[in-house]
């Protein structure tokens, strides 16, 4: 894991760890909401465009604070629909907040991650800005307001013959077309939005679109419940002639109006602009350069069989396999360094040991291990615990002082089989693999294929010559102190009921690797 550069990026890190832990126990690591922010924003997007054409069914142009009033005031059909479409869109913002903030402080936010990161700074830029134009569109005191203010930053832009507030001072009823443009403005954007959100997944492998259902339903049966329980209620309706003594406003949507209001039109409209700037210029600040930087994964070309299964399991889609003629296959891997993000998934999925970022491939962790083992303080029947460098690698304490021999990996998902098999011929009593949740992976999907490497023969598969009643796999983060303890604890119980562990030779498990042949071949 390359270090983290930023004190913002370790302050925010803190913040965030020591929330899973409390989820973690409050809803279970499965469930817990934090790790399914941006699955949760699509489901609240979903949502909102739901109500949001059924909303738009009753909506009139000509009388928008008295279509709405009319809407509000109908328990059945519209107030509900109404509020479950307000609480949806406020929480949106926070789970966007939410998923951005994890990605800053794991420094996922740059690199082959910066396209991600820019997309989503404008899903939430667009959020905004929809959010904007749905409040005016009911013209009470707050719409009238978030109009104004707009009309102020407008009037500093050279492009319009008279200025745009001139159109609220009350002289004339505003035009049916202000409000035509408001709700085209409110319904397009949206499917602007849908275009910008395939840019953002468009680099990932198998990309989690939604939550867990019981997490999707509870988050919009919660949202459904508020509306019922906390209906909406109507503002006063906007007129530029009346200065009203209180405005009611969306503190999601409208936080900026205090830093704002007191600013000139060309000052706020600067400010806001700098801000998004630096928001997307985010990957540039964040980027790690020099010996920071992990570097992407290689192919020995020589030891490459063209088994594809490093292009299968690479959840970025760095890897393709290009065609060759050659005595091993005709096939051979190649990795595309701009996509790549070191993950080293590909280095453990590796039966021949042929891919992996420098350091970390299949070869590399055999030999790191074999050190590990002919250390002078290794036991026989000790539990080695295998800790993923992005979770229970900070509880590297925790696992010694429960009877556990830390070992730490860079992802759960790099780890080759080949290391557990080596640890328990050397005389391990157990080995447990701490990974990382699987919704809050680093890599997106180690834990899974670690899984199904080691219990379900997915290449390169743990061989079935190894005791599975020595082997757990086991999720932590690194909040999840206790349950690490707790987890170490009774593993080292169950490996010791299972009396001495047989020690063997872990030189042939090398031999094997470099002698596999490529798939179909006998």
């Known amino acids: ?74 328990p059945w059909t519209g107030n509900w629909v109404r509020g479950l479409h307000r609480y949806a869109s406020d929480l949106a913002v926070i789970a966007t907040a939410v998923h951005m903030l994890r990605m800053f402080a794991e420094g996922r936010s740059w ?43 407008l009037d500093a832009l050279p492009v319009l013959s008279e200025p745009t507030s001139r159109a609220f001072t009350g002289e004339q009823p505003l035009p049916t077309a202000f409000f035509f443009l408001n709700l085209f403005a409110h319904i397009g954007i949206p499917l602007a939005m849908g275009v ?35 209906p909406l209620a109507m503002a006063p309706q906007a007129d530029p002639l009346v200065l009203p003594l209180q405005v009611p406003a969306d503190l999601f949507f409208a936080f900026w109006i205090p830093f704002t209001q007191d600013l ?48 299968l399991d690479c959840p970025y889609g760095a890897i393709t396999m290009f065609e060759r003629t050659s005595r091993r296959s005709d096939l051979v891997a190649r990795v595309d360094s701009a996509l790549c993000v070191s993950c080293g998934i590909c280095a453990g999925s590796c039966s021949p040991m042929g891919v992996g970022p420098p350091g970390r491939t299949g070869r590399d962790q055999m030999d790191a291990v074999r050190e590990f083992i002919s250390a002078p303080q290794r036991r026989a029947g000790e539990t080695v615990v295998i800790c993923c460098d992005h979770g229970a690698g900070a509880c590297a304490s925790d696992v010694a002082a429960a009877g556990g021999v830390p070992y730490p990996v860079g992802c759960a998902g790099n780890l080759h089989t080949s290391v557990i ?24 999907e180690g834990p899974r294929w670690l899984a ?71």
């Open 1 to 74: 894991m390359a270090a983290l550069a930023h004190p913002t990026e370790r302050l925010v890190l803190r913040l965030l760890t020591w929330a899973d832990g409390l989820c973690n126990r409050l809803y279970t690591q499965r469930f817990n909401p934090l790790y399914q922010s941006g699955t949760i924003v699509v489901a609240l997007y979903l949502a909102l465009v739901v109500t949001g054409l059924w909303l738009t069914l009753f909506y009139r142009i000509g009388t928008p604070w008295e279509s709405v009033a009319s809407l509000t005031a109908s």
């Open 111 to 153: 690199g082959a991650r910066a396209l991600a990161w820019v997309t989503g700074g404008l899903l939430l830029l667009l959020l905004m800005i929809c959010g904007w134009t749905g409040y005016v569109m009911v013209w009470d005191t707050f719409g009238e307001h978030l109009a104004r203010e707009g009309a102020r930053m």
């Open 196 to 230: 910008v959100f395939w840019l953002h997944v468009r680099r990932l492998a198998r990309p989690l679109l939604l939550p867990p259902r019981p997490v999707m339903w509870l988050v919009i049966g919660a949202l459904t419940a508020t509306a019922v329980v906390w």
């Open 264 to 311: 000139s039109g060309g000052s706020a409209l600067l400010l806001a602009t700098a801000l998004g700037l630096a928001l997307l210029a985010v990957p540039g600040f964040t980027a790690r350069r020099g010996a920071e930087a992990a570097a992407p994964s290689v192919v020995d070309e020589d030891i490459c069989v063209g088994c594809v299964q490093c292009s």
């Open 421 to 444: 098999e080596i640890l328990l011929r050397g005389g391990a009593g157990g080995v447990l693999v701490l990974a990382c949740p699987p919704r809050d992976c680093w890599s997106r």
């Open 452 to 522: 199904q490497r080691v219990y379900h023969a997915r290449a390169a598969e743990l061989q079935p010559r190894v005791s599975r009643t020595r082997v757990r796999i086991a999720h932590a983060s690194a909040g999840d102190r206790a349950h690490v303890v707790e987890t170490v604890r009774a593993f080292a119980a169950d490996a010791a009921a299972l009396g001495p562990p047989d020690v063997g030779d872990t030189l042939d498990v090398g031999v094997e690797c470099e002698a596999a042949p490529p798939r179909g071949e006998p």
